[in-house]
């Protein structure tokens, strides 16, 4: 397709969601803010399975706006049938963890994602809050100590639930989009980018067993970055030339620990290692360029840049999804893969619009 009709097509098909677009953005925003307590975080009851030990104290909502969320049952209780009633006889359905509980939380919602998400009965919005959650989780874990062990087979089975909740449920992806973190950290980031990726490739037919190899790779593309100083990766402006030779070690860097925790899945490797490869032949670690450029480096690149420009950083304001966008199709042309990423506007268009 030439040029002027490829931009032209992207033009009217971003034109009609933008208005949604900015929607999605408020609602994400507005569910953070909503949230907040400080020490705290709600799960919905729900969630909770029934008679599963539940390793981390349960609290009540405050009685007033501000008081202090109030013990209701300690860990290592089951949780009942008959316990779940009372609370909904008293119109709670949401309870509290406490932030210094998050381990103990993150271990039970990751040994029951699974069933959470295969239960009709949990509306769509708590399944892919939980989903995200669960993921984010679980980087924010694995960046703290990338060699702690585990990390290779909790991910795996992390990314085969949230794929096969992906595939079995249509609406899920709209769902995702609304909650995806609107602050950068790198931890939300690659659960943005699992996410942007894993549709992309369902959007393009690829089979489910695929694609969990492809979303482990994209959950897992920064985690390269534990390695890299802080002061580099939170750094407000504009990089030192040595401070930009670190941080483009963090795909090998990424490589090398995945590689030493056994992993060896060739698709999640490619990703991990060459997300910042170009087209043009100019991106980093290995200068791949062309056909070296596998299609899987392709497709999460596309969402790895996607999802850097419209989440906000302390030095810069997120862009909307329909300026990002432009820009990648302007500036971006020859780096980025033509027809994925006319794939990928389309998707948005659809999945939104
Ligand atoms: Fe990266
Ligand atoms: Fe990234």
Same mark, same amino acid.
């Given at each position: 397709?030439?040029?002027?009709?490829?931009?032209?097509? =992207?033009?009217s098909i971003?034109?009609?969601?933008?208005?949604?677009?900015?929607?999605?953005?408020?609602?994400?925003?507005?569910?953070?803010?909503?949230?907040?307590?400080?020490? %705290?975080f709600?799960?919905? =009851?729900?969630?909770?399975?029934?008679?599963?030990?539940?390793?981390?104290? &349960?609290?009540?909502?405050?009685?007033?706006?501000t008081?202090?969320?109030v013990?209701?049952?300690r860990?290592? &209780?089951?949780?009942?049938?008959?316990?779940?009633?009372?609370?909904v006889?008293?119109?709670?359905?949401?309870?509290?963890?406490?932030?210094?509980?998050?381990?103990?939380?993150?271990?039970?919602?990751?040994?029951?994602?699974?069933? =959470?998400?295969?239960? @009709?009965?949990?509306?769509?919005?708590?399944?892919? @809050?939980?989903?995200?959650?669960?993921?984010?989780?679980?980087?924010?874990?694995?960046?703290?100590d990338?060699?702690?062990?585990?990390?290779?087979?909790? @991910?795996?089975?992390?990314?085969?639930?949230?794929?096969?909740?992906?595939?079995?449920?249509?609406?899920?992806?709209?769902?995702?989009?609304?909650?995806?973190?609107? /602050?950068?950290?790198?931890?939300?980031?690659?659960?943005?980018?699992?996410?942007?990726?894993?549709? &992309?490739?369902?959007?393009l037919?690829?089979?489910e067993?695929i694609?969990?190899?492809?979303?482990?790779?994209?959950?897992?593309?920064?985690?390269? +970055?534990?390695?890299?100083?802080?002061?580099?990766?939170n750094?407000?402006?504009? &990089?030192?030339?040595?401070?930009?030779?670190?941080?483009?070690?963090?795909?090998? %860097?990424g490589?090398?620990?995945?590689m030493?925790?056994?992993?060896?899945?060739?698709?999640?490797? /490619?990703?991990?290692?060459?997300?910042?490869?170009?087209?043009?032949?100019?991106?980093?670690?290995?200068?791949?360029?062309?056909?070296?450029?596998?299609?899987?480096?392709?497709?999460?690149?596309?969402?790895d =840049?996607?999802?850097?420009?419209?989440?906000?950083?302390?030095? +810069?304001?997120?862009?909307?999804?329909?300026?990002?966008?432009?820009?990648?199709?302007?500036?971006?042309? +020859?780096e980025l /893969?033509?027809?994925?990423?006319?794939?990928?506007?389309?998707?948005?268009?659809?999945?939104?619009?």
């Open positions: 397709m030439p040029y002027e009709s490829f931009h032209a097509s =992207i033009g971003v034109y009609e969601w933008e208005v949604v677009g900015r929607m999605a953005v408020r609602s994400r925003a507005g569910k953070q803010a909503e949230e907040k307590l400080p020490g %705290f709600s799960i919905a =009851i729900q969630t909770l399975r029934l008679d599963e030990v539940i390793d981390f104290d &349960l609290y009540l909502p405050p009685a007033s706006a008081g202090e969320p013990l209701y049952r860990k290592s &209780l089951p949780f009942s049938e008959e316990a779940r009633d009372r609370l006889s008293n119109a709670v359905d949401e309870v509290y963890v406490a932030d210094v509980q998050r381990g103990p939380y993150q271990r039970y919602l990751e040994r029951n994602l699974g069933n =959470i998400l295969a239960d @009709s009965s949990v509306s769509m919005e708590e399944r892919v @809050s939980r989903l995200y959650d669960s993921a984010q989780g679980l980087v924010r874990e694995v960046l703290e990338p060699r702690s062990g585990g990390m290779v087979e909790r @991910s795996g089975e992390l990314v085969e639930h949230m794929v096969r909740f992906l595939y079995a449920e249509g609406t899920s992806f709209e769902h995702l989009m609304k909650i995806t973190s609107y /602050d950068y950290y790198t931890y939300t980031h690659s659960v943005n980018v699992f996410v942007y990726t894993t549709a &992309l490739a369902q959007h037919r690829y089979d067993a694609v969990q190899r492809l979303g482990q790779g994209a959950l897992l593309h920064d985690v390269g +970055k534990s390695m890299i100083d802080t002061e580099v990766t750094s407000k402006g504009r &990089l030192a030339p040595a401070q930009w030779a670190q941080m483009q070690q963090h795909p090998a %860097f490589y090398d620990i995945l030493e925790q056994g992993y060896q899945d060739p698709i999640g490797l /490619d990703v991990v290692r060459h997300h910042h490869e170009k087209l043009t032949g100019r991106g980093y670690p290995d200068g791949l360029g062309g056909d070296d450029v596998s299609g899987w480096v392709r497709m999460s690149t596309i969402a =840049i996607f999802d850097a420009l419209t989440t906000r950083r302390s030095y +810069k304001e997120a862009m909307h999804t329909f300026e990002a966008l432009q820009l990648m199709n302007q500036k971006m042309r +020859k /893969d033509t027809a994925m990423f006319r794939e990928f506007v389309s998707m948005m268009g659809k999945h939104t619009g």
